[in-house]
């Protein structure tokens, strides 16, 4: 089992910053991709942003120049830097894992990890 502890969200004024962690925990050797999707409220949930552990980025084109995605292999995790939020920006924001590698037996698994989620609200 893969566990993701999202933290980092909260109120900010439009034109404001935010940076969300997470933290993937279990019996883990790598994760392919990992990566933060979002959910309004009366709205599909939507990519945010997406980073494989050697590759580019990959980010929606609402978030393009203001989101800025990153990773720490190491300790498994990935962060989401938030600049010039606006008030659609609202959502809560939830952590994704796949193409887990575990370290019981190293067999790669494809299952979707979710986070909890974060509510991130941006208004004045």
């Known amino acids: 089992q893969v566990q993701l502890v999202e933290s980092g969200g909260g109120l900010v004024e439009p034109g404001g910053s935010l940076r969300l962690s997470c933290a993937a925990s279990?019996?883990?050797?790598?994760?392919?991709?990992m990566g933060w999707y979002r959910q309004a409220p009366g709205k599909q949930r939507e990519l945010v942003a997406v980073?494989?552990?050697?590759?580019?980025?990959n980010y929606a084109d609402s978030v393009k120049g203001r989101f800025t995605i990153s990773r720490d292999n190491a300790k498994n995790m990935v962060f989401l830097q938030m600049n010039s939020l606006k008030p659609e920006d609202t959502a809560v924001y939830y952590c994704?894992?796949?193409?887990?590698?575990?370290?019981?037996?190293?067999?790669?698994?494809?299952?979707?990890?979710w986070g909890q989620g974060t509510q991130v609200t941006v208004s004045s």
């Open positions: 980073k494989t552990s050697g590759g580019p980025p």
């Open positions: 994704n894992a796949q193409g887990v590698r575990s370290s019981f037996d190293l067999r790669r698994y494809e299952n979707a990890y």
């Open positions: 279990g019996r883990i050797f790598n994760i392919d991709v």
